[in-house]
C-alpha cells in the first residue's frame, strides 16, 4: 500500500511540475510579444499576450487544486510537503509575472498605433526585455532539471535589471527629458513592470534553491 501511495504521490508532483515548466515557458514567451508589441506597435501580439494570459490563469488554478487534493488526502511530510508548498509559491510568483506581461501588452496597444515608448528609450527597454527573458528561461530549465546553481544566478541577472531601472530614472528625471509627463509616467510604469517580472523570477529561483537543500534563501 505505501508503494502504491508513493507512486502516485510521484505521478501528481510530476504532472504539477509540467504544470509549472508549461507557466514559465508561457510567461516567457508573453513577456517576449508584449515586448515587441512595445516596441513596433504590433496589435496582433499585443492582443495575443492579453488573451493568452487566461491560459496562464488557468494553469496556476490547476496547480492550487492538484496541491490542495494532494495535501488533503496524501498529508504528506518532510521533503514531499516542502514540494508542494514549493509549488504553489513558484505557481503565484508565475502568474503574476504573466499579469505584467500582460500589463506591458495593454500598454501597447493603449498607444497603438504609435509605439509605446520614444526611440531613445528602446534600447533601456531591449535590454530589459533580454534580461527579463534570461531569467525566465533559466527558471524554466531549473523547474523542469532542478539546480540550485543556477537558480542562485538569478539574484545577481536582477542586479543587472536594477542596474537598468535606475538607469530608466535618470533619463525619465532629466532636465531634457522632451516628451511630457504622459509618456514619462508610461515609461516609469514600463520599467516598474519589467523590474518586478525579474523580482518574481529570483522569488522563484529562491523557492527552487528551498527545494533542494532545504535551507531558506
Known amino acids: 500500500m505505501r508503494d502504491e501511495f508513493r507512486a502516485e504521490f510521484r505521478a501528481e508532483l510530476q504532472a504539477v511540475s509540467q504544470l ?6 508561457g510567461v516567457r514567451g508573453a513577456l517576449r510579444q508584449a515586448t515587441r508589441a512595445l516596441l513596433t506597435a504590433d496589435r496582433r501580439a499585443a492582443e495575443a499576450v492579453i488573451e493568452g494570459d487566461a491560459e496562464i490563469d488557468e494553469c496556476y488554478r490547476q496547480v492550487e487544486e492538484r496541491v490542495c487534493e494532494v495535501l488533503a488526502r496524501q498529508a504528506p511530510v518532510a521533503s514531499d510537503l516542502r514540494a508542494m508548498i514549493t509549488a504553489l509559491h513558484v505557481a503565484a510568483d508565475l502568474e503574476r509575472m504573466g499579469d505584467l506581461a500582460n500589463h506591458v501588452a495593454k500598454t501597447a496597444l493603449r498607444r497603438h498605433p504609435s509605439p509605446a515608448v520614444p526611440a531613445e528609450l528602446r534600447p ?3 535590454d530589459m526585455a533580454a534580461i527579463a527573458d534570461r531569467m525566465a528561461e533559466k527558471i524554466a530549465s531549473v523547474l523542469a532539471h532542478p539546480d540550485a546553481d543556477i537558480a542562485a544566478e538569478l539574484d545577481s541577472d536582477d542586479d543587472a535589471m536594477d542596474d537598468l531601472h535606475r538607469g530608466l530614472f535618470g533619463v525619465l528625471l532629466g532636465a531634457d527629458w522632451p516628451y511630457g509627463v504622459e509618456t514619462a509616467i508610461d515609461a516609469t510604469l514600463l520599467g516598474r513592470f519589467y523590474e518586478r ?3 518574481h523570477a529570483v522569488n522563484s529561483g529562491e523557492h527552487v534553491v528551498y527545494l533542494i537543500t532545504g535551507e531558506p534563501v
Do not use: Q
Open 197 to 199: 517580472f525579474a523580482d
Open 124 to 126: 533601456v527597454f531591449t
Open 20 to 25: 509549472l515548466v508549461e507557466m514559465a515557458e
